[in-house]
């Protein structure tokens, strides 16, 4: 953000008249609580909002903010939104006391209201209850609050018992213990019944799992029948298995096995001695559910252990073309595809990958065109906003312009129930599109940096990027990048957006929570995908055997296991040619040389070179040749060296072997 000169200190000035200006009086808040049962005696929130500012009226204190928890239980209350606001303001001096009907509105676990008092009083804040008439800010008022606040807590966990008490007993009676009837269940005159619509679902679920024995496989089947969960959400794993699990599909209802262990709801399953079984209408066969159970226990069973920490920096994001994931295997330091033997060297892709980052950071044409991509998308969802608004508005007032024509005798009963239905559906459609998408756009808002920004985290990434860690690369790596795709001639790099590399805290590889770098929205409006030139792993100018054999094997897509079954050797006989650890036998050499398609070392024009040619050719050893050609294989070593000349019939027998046809 840019700041206006003089902007800070007219701010400053601005304020200071403010509270000079401002009313002396105490400035409170006003703390509403109030639970349904209160509601329906009566004691509406309004009604406690009225009452408390009646009272800071009459002593006169101003009312800044008002703290609203309807419906919200009294267990426990300090991690609530309002609360943590309330608290908030507290310390800030933005209010100085807190005004509420009595002290089981505030909270009624006991530690909580001493929490509270303490926070109050360490601030110099007061709590005002006003049906004890309590004032913590005197010895007596904090007496008298602790020991009302603990009456709160004893009847509360007095009540609770008496609930835990008869839960048991309603279950072994049958009856209802709260709560919704299971999926393909449903509550008809304080019995369990199969419900006419849920219940043939159910037991699809259990047949889908015999044929197919995959949870993810059940769960996308009947997603893609058009079956959904109760609350209109699409079926999913965890869902599926629960209900595999729960005994009350074969006609076995169980009740009171859980309890809950903490404020969050979490809970946990009681002992079995307390579990209450009770017998209902079966959806399914109990063998049909059986099956499936043994099924769910033999793969909860064969589960595979954790998998091992990522080694490789682009572990996990690299996939061949053909859409098979590639891994490095142990014997190689090489990315492989298993299913095509597609491969790329792991230093030659972390190359190309810094190479890329620099190539895209460091254009200012390519940051320019995704800066007008960014300002094009937030446009379009801008004028999207504002066309759902428009839409918003207008069925509200179509909306009470049918309720009135309704009202006035003006349309039927029928045609005013389908026009209000689609009108209300489609509105109830808006007001959870509309919050959504203006979360979306403050976010890319937000996130929008400038150029010069953008440009200088670029630089620092690329800059730093030798000297990080190797897990601080790999952070980054996996912040930023979507996938890596290697083709046969081209790699793929597609990005999201990109962090800085400075870290906002120093490393600490004991605490999985600390990243070490702090992320900055870089490409936040669309991914990017750089594209590069896939490094060929041999000389593109062929040298030596090995470079030619190399080359070849790779234009033809072969292994070393297919070239040695062409050359009749063993895999590891042709890895070492590749390698350069020794060079082929002669014998070897017209096999080679059918292979490539032609004579990979260098042919001369000399007598010597043609002889030493026309060996490799044959696959003869200089021993062998000399025995066809009937002379000492010394003298052979030096016609092929150039040191001496054959004449006469000796000349004539060389000439007819350098015309043999290959073998």
């Given at each position: 953000m840019h700041q206006i000169p003089g902007q800070a200190g007219n701010a400053g000035g601005f304020m200071s008249l403010r509270i000079e200006n401002e009313d002396r009086a105490k400035l409170v808040g006003i703390w509403i609580r109030v639970s349904t049962e209160d509601q329906a005696r009566g004691e509406s929130p309004e009604?406690?909002?009225?009452?408390?500012?009646?009272?800071?009226?009459?002593?006169?204190?101003?009312?800044?903010?008002?703290?609203?928890?309807?419906?919200?239980?009294?267990?426990?209350?300090?991690?609530?939104?309002?609360?943590?606001?309330m608290l908030a303001d507290i310390k800030s001096g933005h209010i100085t006391g807190l005004i509420f009907s009595k002290l089981a509105r505030l909270a009624r676990n006991t530690r909580e209201l001493l929490d509270f008092a303490d926070i109050f009083r360490e601030h110099g804040a007061d709590l005002i209850s006003l049906q004890e008439s309590i004032d913590t800010t005197s010895p007596a008022g904090r007496l008298f609050y602790t020991m009302i606040a603990a009456m709160a807590q004893w009847e509360r966990e007095e009540i609770a018992e008496r609930v835990a008490v008869s839960v048991p007993i309603r279950a072994k009676l049958g009856k209802p213990l709260g709560g919704q009837a299971p999926f393909g269940y449903r509550w008809h005159e304080r019995r369990l019944m199969p419900d006419p619509k849920e219940a043939p679902v159910r037991k699809l679920l259990y047949e889908l799992f015999t044929e197919h024995k995959r949870k993810k496989t059940v769960a996308r089947i009947l997603n893609e029948r058009g079956y959904r969960t109760r609350n209109g959400s699409p079926f999913s794993d965890t869902t599926v298995v629960r209900l595999l699990r729960d005994p009350t599909a074969k006609g076995l209802r169980r009740a009171n096995y859980t309890m809950t262990t903490n404020s969050k709801r979490a809970w946990k399953l009681k002992p079995e001695s307390e579990w209450v079984f009770s017998e209902v209408e079966p959806i399914v066969p109990e063998d049909l559910w059986n099956q499936c159970n043994t099924v769910l226990d033999a793969q909860l069973k064969g589960r595979t252990k954790a998998s091992r920490k990522t080694v490789h920096l682009f572990a996990g994001l690299t996939v061949c073309s053909c859409g098979q994931k590639m891994y490095v295997p142990s014997n190689t330091p090489k990315y492989v595809c298993y299913k095509c033997r597609n491969k790329i060297a792991v230093v030659d892709l972390e190359g190309i990958f810094h190479e890329q980052l620099k190539s895209f950071l460091f254009s200012g044409a390519e940051l320019t065109a995704y800066l007008k991509q960014a300002d094009k998308r937030m446009k379009e969802k801008e004028e999207l906003l504002r066309v759902l608004e428009g839409e918003h508005k207008g069925n509200a007032s179509e909306m009470e312009r049918l309720y009135r024509l309704y009202m006035d005798d003006g349309i039927s009963k029928d045609a005013f129930s389908g026009k209000y239905r689609s009108l209300e559906e489609r509105q109830k459609q808006l007001e959870e599109e509309l919050p959504s998408l203006q979360a979306e756009l403050d976010l890319m808002k937000i996130h929008y940096l400038s150029s010069e920004e953008i440009i200088s985290e670029a630089k620092d990434l690329y800059s730093r990027w030798p000297s990080l860690s190797r897990e601080e690369k790999r952070h980054i790596v996996e912040a930023i990048t979507e996938r890596i795709t290697v083709g046969k001639d081209d790699i793929d790099i597609s990005l999201n957006y990109l962090p800085s590399s400075a870290p906002s805290n120093p490393p600490n590889p004991g605490n999985k929570a600390t990243r070490p770098h702090r992320r900055v929205a870089f490409l936040p409006f669309g991914k990017v995908t750089l594209k590069a030139p896939k490094p060929v792993p041999y000389p593109r100018v062929p040298k030596t055997l090995a470079d030619h054999l190399k080359k070849h094997r790779y234009e033809l897509g072969l292994r070393q296991k297919d070239v040695a079954k062409h050359l009749r050797v063993n895999e590891y006989t042709v890895l070492g040619w590749e390698n350069g650890k020794n060079e082929p036998e002669v014998r070897y050499l017209p096999r080679i040389i059918l292979f490539l398609g032609y004579d990979p070392l260098p042919r001369g024009t000399t007598l010597g070179d043609r002889l030493?040619?026309?060996?490799?050719?044959?696959?003869?050893?200089?021993?062998?040749?000399?025995?066809?050609?009937?002379?000492?294989?010394?003298?052979?070593?030096?016609?092929?060296?150039?040191?001496s000349m054959p004449k006469g019939a000796r000349l004539e027998a060389i000439e007819r072997f350098l015309t043999m046809r290959p073998r």
């Open positions: 009604h406690h909002e009225r009452r408390a500012s009646l009272y800071a009226e009459a002593k006169g204190w101003k009312v800044r903010e008002v703290y609203r928890l309807e419906a919200v239980s009294g267990k426990s209350v300090m991690a609530h939104p309002e609360a943590k606001r030493r040619a026309k060996r490799r050719e044959q696959g003869l050893s200089r021993k062998r040749t000399a025995g066809v050609l009937k002379i000492d294989e010394a003298t052979l070593a030096r016609y092929e060296a150039g040191q």
